[in-house]
């Protein structure tokens, strides 16, 4: 594996790759995921800012070649680089305004690409409604956010395969964004569903405890205070528990 330093200095000749690969019309898929996974690495080495040109650098070639072909391959592709600048923004460089573009493009390209039977997008489906819920959150447009973290929380509850773990942090999404809002008995009410359901969960241990927590501040806000002191010496004991474990 390469450390810091290496992987630094070989970054000009990966920019020179991608830069060869447009200019000449010959888009490669090899060399448009080999700027994908450099964009990867630059992510797990902490170099924030490589990391965004090389995610941009992708994208242009990406759209380079699903603009040749739209295969299911570069349908694949075009999606993930979208849902990768669209994270970049929102999570690291705070612009969600940005990252909501990039994400109604990828969720629009998703749903086209089902609806002609592609289903090799369709487990990255639920992941951008709740980027998207993220966004409109965060741009204080709740409810835009609600019907995103709704249609994510349905798509979750419909499947096949019910994945307690994520229909619980979707729940805990949706519960902080009531309590944001000052609707505190409905996000008390969806804490407990959400803590219920987590009990059947193994290694959720610090949700619950943070999510007992939020209980417990929305309980005082509403004058619950027995209550909250309650559920809050519960994710007291939780946390301190899962500590010395």
């Not at 994710?235 to 899962?242: D, E, F, K, P, V």
Request: charged share 15%; proline share 1%.
């Amino acid at each position: 594996s390469l450390n810091s330093s290496d992987f630094l200095q070989l970054i000009p000749h990966i920019y020179s790759v991608a830069e060869k690969t447009l200019m000449t019309g010959c888009h490669n898929e090899v060399c448009c995921d080999l700027v994908g996974n450099a964009c990867c690495t630059a992510l797990e080495a902490h170099h924030i800012e490589v990391a965004c040109h090389l995610c941009e650098k992708q994208l242009e070639m990406v759209e380079a070649l699903f603009s040749n072909s739209r295969d299911v391959g570069n349908v694949d592709r075009h999606v993930k680089a979208l849902l990768q600048m669209g994270r970049l923004c929102l999570f690291l460089q705070r612009k969600s305004s940005v990252a909501e573009s990039y994400f109604t493009r990828a969720l629009q390209l998703m749903e086209s690409s089902m609806d002609c039977g592609n289903l090799l997008v369709q487990h990255d489906y639920g992941l951008v409604l709740n980027d998207l819920a993220a966004c409109y959150q965060d741009q204080q447009q709740f409810s835009d956010a609600e019907h995103f973290y709704l249609r994510h929380l349905s798509l979750l509850e419909s499947s096949p395969h019910f994945d307690y773990r994520n229909v619980v942090i979707v729940m805990n999404n949706l519960a902080l964004m009531y309590s944001q809002t000052g609707q505190l008995y409905r996000a008390i009410d969806i804490y407990q569903q959400a803590l219920h359901r987590a009990q059947s969960v193994a290694g959720m241990e610090i949700d619950i405890s943070n999510m007992m927590y939020n209980l417990g501040v929305c309980l005082i806000d509403v004058g619950d205070h027995v209550g909250a002191i309650g559920i809050l010496e519960q994710s007291l004991t939780i946390m301190r528990q899962w500590r010395q474990g």
